[in-house]
C-alpha cells in the first residue's frame, strides 16, 4: 500500500530559483537562507520519496485569466519548466505519476471533492523552486511529482478549512492505491509577503512564527482561520499559505516536527519551512 | 450534515477586504474590471508578442479591448492605477519582465519609497504590521 510519510511546508520564492541557477546560493544574501535548507536536503537524500503530491499554485503562467480552477491536479506523464518571462528554468523537466494522480483524482470526486484534471501544463517556480530547495541540483530530479494546483489569487480562494479536509482526503486516496509507494506532501508558498499597492513590502515575523508552531499542535485550529487574518497580518500575497493546511490535514491529528526554519528576507518575502512526520 | 461553523456571508466577506490599508484584493468584481489588462499582459509571455509591443506599445495596446485610461496607465507603468482597474500582480509582472525589471524593484513603485529605500526597508526586516492592518481600526 502507498503511504504518507512526512510533509513538508515551504516557500517558493522565484529569486531562490535564479539564486540555484546562477551558483549565488553561497553568498551573504543567500546563504542563511540555504543553510537553513540544509539539514532538510540530507533528510530527502535519505528518505528517498517515491512521488512527492506537490501543492502549489500557478503564477499566470500556465493558467491565464481565464478559466480558474479552484483545485486542479496533475494527471499527465510529465510537466515542462514555464517561461515565466525570462525562458524556462534550466531544470529537468518534472515526472508525473500518472497512475497515483488519477487515482487521487477519481477518490477525491467520489469524496465530493470537485477536482479539475490536467493532462498537459507546463509548471512555474512555485512548483520548481521547492524540488530545487530539497534536491539541489541533480540531472533529474530524485521521485515523481504529482502536482496540486490551488487557485490563491482571485477571491474567493479556498477556506483554511477546506484546505485541511482535501488533504485528509489525500491521504485516504494514497492508502488505498495497491502500489507500495512512498508519498510525501508538500504545500508551498508563503510566508508573509505583500507585492502589491502601497502596502507592498508588509512581513510578519511573529505571525508567521505562531502559524508554524500550530502546524506543529496536536489539533486542527489552523484550519479556521479566515482569509481577512491571512491578508490584515501576512500581506496579500501571504494567502498562500493556505495550501500548507493541505499538507497539514493529509498528516493526520499529532505529527512529530522534524525541522523548521525561517528567514527574513528574500526579495520581498519572509521565508520558512517546516518538516512534519505524521505521529498518530 | 452539521456544520461546525455558520456559513459566511459573501457581503461581509468581501466589504472587509476594502478596509486593509494601501491594498487592493483581487475579488471577482477586479477581476472582471480588469480581465483584458490581464490577458494582454498575459499576451506578453511569447516572445514575439514583447517585440511587436516593445516596437510600438501603443499600436500593440489598440489591439486590445482595454479603456483609454487602462492603456494610459500601462504606458506609464503605473501599477497602482492598474491594481484600481483590475490588473493582478502576476498578470503585471509579464510587464515587468518585458521591461527586464527586476519583481521586487517593480514591486517598490507602488510604495512611496525609492528602489534603494525599499530595498533596505526590505533588508532590516520589512514593513511592520503594525499600524497597517485595518483603515477602520487603525491597528
Ligand atoms: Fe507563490
Redesign the pocket.
Known sequence: MARITAGVGSS??PLLGVAVDQGKWQDDYFGPIFKGYEWTREWERREKPDVVILV??D?ASAFDANIIPTFAIGCGERYKPADEGWGPRPVPDVEGHADLAWHIAQSLILEDFDMTIINEMDVD??LTVPLSMMFGQPEKWPCKVVPLAVN?VTYPVPSGNRCWALGEAIARAVESFPEDLNVQIWG???MSHQLQGPRAGLLNREWDNRFLDMLEADNDEVRHIPHIEYLRETGS?GI?MVMWLIMRGALGKKVKRLNRHYHIPCSNTAIGHIVLEPAD | MTHDKPRQNIHEYLAEFEDIPGTRVFTAARARKGYWINQFAMSLMKSENRERFKADERAYLDEWNISEQAKQAILARDYNTLLDLGGNVYFLSKLFSTDGLPFAEAVSTMTDMTWPEYRQMMLDGGRSPEGNRSIKGGY
Open positions: 517558493h520564492v502549489y499554485n503564477h517556480h512555485g490563491v508551498t508558498g508563503g500575497e498562500e
